[in-house]
């Protein structure tokens, strides 16, 4: 078990350019969530996934922005087009369900930064 | 919707002192979780609370869940260096399992 593990760490885009965030879970969690945190902030919820499903997903999800995990393990983010206003970290993190725990595992994140 | 403010913003210590902060919200919440969060690092549990009027430690950490429901203590005891880092209340939405509402931190700096 070696956690959640998030690819890139960094990136840094222009504007307009479509990016691409990889998540792979604790291997036995079947629950995946997307949190976005800019600075000074706590994490925004995204969207989360249970096994390939996903469940819901927020009003901060725009139409630039989809995830999948096509298997029910690791998950992608993309955004496309991005916008200045998209210079976040963001955050995975898993859980099992069907647990009275909350407390899930959350990755080191990828720290976008649009220029 | 459901919103949680934290106290207070940000922290100047003395390494050795207790540090209290605390988390409130107009809703009520049926789990109060405290997470810190490193530079650079994802947020880690440091202690999850589900009962109201829970006291519940975790080494020097020490958490409460508000008799209202709507409140949630942390205190750090004896604080060191290492404690320094951003801590979070979170609980999860009433609407749906698993989502997680987040406070905006507190940040704590200790001085040797």
């Known amino acids: 078990d070696t956690g959640v593990s998030q690819n890139p760490r960094h990136k840094i885009t222009k504007r307009g350019q479509n990016v691409t965030f990889r998540c792979d879970p604790i291997?036995?969690?079947?629950?995946l969530y997307w949190y976005r945190q800019t600075l000074g902030q706590g994490p925004e919820f995204l969207t989360y996934?249970?096994?390939?499903?996903?469940?819901?997903k927020s009003r901060l999800l725009s139409d630039r922005f989809s995830a999948e995990r096509p298997k029910g393990s690791f998950s992608t983010l993309e955004i496309q087009r991005t916008e200045q206003g998209d210079s976040a970290m963001y955050l995975c993190?898993?859980?099992?369900?069907?647990?009275?725990?909350?407390?899930?595992?959350f990755g080191s994140g990828t720290r976008l930064t649009v220029v | 919707g459901q919103q949680l403010n934290q106290s207070p913003q940000s922290m100047f210590i003395q390494e050795g002192e207790d540090v209290s902060m605390n988390c409130t919200s107009s809703?009520?919440?049926?789990?109060w979780l405290w997470y810190k969060q490193d530079p650079g690092e994802g947020p880690v549990l440091l202690i999850a609370?589900?009962?109201?009027?829970e006291l519940t430690s975790n080494g020097r950490l020490t958490a409460q869940f508000g008799i209202t429901r709507k409140d949630s203590f942390l205190n750090i005891s004896a604080s060191i260096p290492s404690d320094v880092g951003i801590y979070f209340c979170?609980?999860?939405?009433?609407?749906?399992?698993?989502?997680?509402?987040f406070g905006q931190g507190t940040i704590l700096t200790v001085h040797p």
């Open positions: 993190a898993s859980s099992r369900s069907g647990q009275f725990n909350y407390g899930y595992t």
């Open positions: 291997s036995e969690h079947n629950r």
């Open positions: 996934f249970q096994n390939e499903a996903q469940l819901e």
């Open positions: 809703s009520i919440f049926n789990t």
């Open positions: 609370l589900y009962k109201a009027g």
């Open positions: 979170a609980g999860p939405r009433s609407t749906s399992y698993g989502k997680l509402t």
